[in-house]
T-cell receptor
Framework: AQTVTQSQPEMSVQEAETVTLSCTYD???????LFWYKQPPSRQMILVIR??????QNATENRFSVNFQKAAKSFSLKISDSQLGDTAMYFC?????????FGTGTSLTVIP | EAQVTQNPRYLITVTGKKLTVTCSQN?????MSWYRQDPGLGLRQIYY???????DKGDVPEGYKVSRKEKRNFPLILESPSPNQTSLYFC????????????????FGSGTQLSVL
């Protein structure tokens, strides 16, 4: 069975500080893709960052970066220089062939 | 503008009254899927479709039906809704390699908040 675990239901960070959201997953497959999605209060699902499992280099997108540890099946998201607009629910997800699997989410609040 | 359009955004209904939530995408994507989002459970896949006339069950298909008669449309049908289907529903689409090896990111609709009384 494929599972995604986000062990931090809620987190907070001071504006301009750095925060790391954790995610672990379980699969016996070797080829898959990993994602972090952001869901602000508007409910819209927004892709934050994407990582191919066959790539060793960690993906980065501006202030967002991941620490991908394939052997440990870990895929954490680091947000640098946190901004008020980063306040949202963050979902970790991975995709194998046809199906996407999502974690339960981490609610992040950026404090002014 | 490239988008996934879901309708309606909000829906209140009663137990047993059949309903359809529509989903349409204008990006010529092969892959489309439906999810439900519940507090503490994240998003769970209901059904997905790799192309026209090809649909498969996700993790929570019970009580739902889908059809893919055209590439752009992927409606979600609740034949006899029950209160445990009260949830936030998302439709999503993406490009897919015909071999199913690679996908681009998922493009999500704006969501449909369904309440079944």
């Amino acid at each position: 069975a494929q599972t995604v675990t986000q062990s931090q239901p809620e987190m907070s960070v001071q504006e301009a500080e750095t925060v790391t959201l954790s995610c672990t997953y379980d699969t016996s497959e070797n080829n898959y893709y990993l994602f972090w999605y952001k869901q602000p209060p508007s409910r819209q699902m927004i892709l934050v960052i994407r990582q191919e499992a066959y790539k060793q280099q960690n993906a980065t997108e501006n202030r967002f970066s991941v620490n991908f540890q394939k052997a440990a099946k870990s895929f954490s998201l680091k947000i640098s220089d946190s901004q008020l607009g980063d306040t949202a629910m963050y979902f970790c997800a991975f995709m194998i062939i046809d199906q996407f699997y999502f974690g339960t989410g981490t609610s992040l609040t950026v404090i002014p | 503008e490239a988008q996934v359009t879901q309708n309606p955004r909000y829906l209140i209904t009663v137990t047993g009254k059949k309903l359809t939530v529509t989903c349409s995408q204008n990006m010529n994507h092969e892959y489309m899927s439906w999810y439900r989002q519940d507090p503490g459970l994240g998003l769970r896949q209901i059904y997905y479709s790799m192309n026209v006339e090809v649909t498969d069950k996700g993790d929570v298909p019970e009580g739902y039906k889908v059809s893919r008669k055209e590439k752009r449309n992927f409606p979600l049908i609740l034949e006899s809704p029950s209160p445990n289907q009260t949830s936030l529903y998302f439709c999503a689409s993406s490009l897919s390699d015909p071999r199913g090896i690679r996908h681009e990111k998922l493009f999500f609709g704006s969501g449909t908040q369904l309440s079944v009384l």
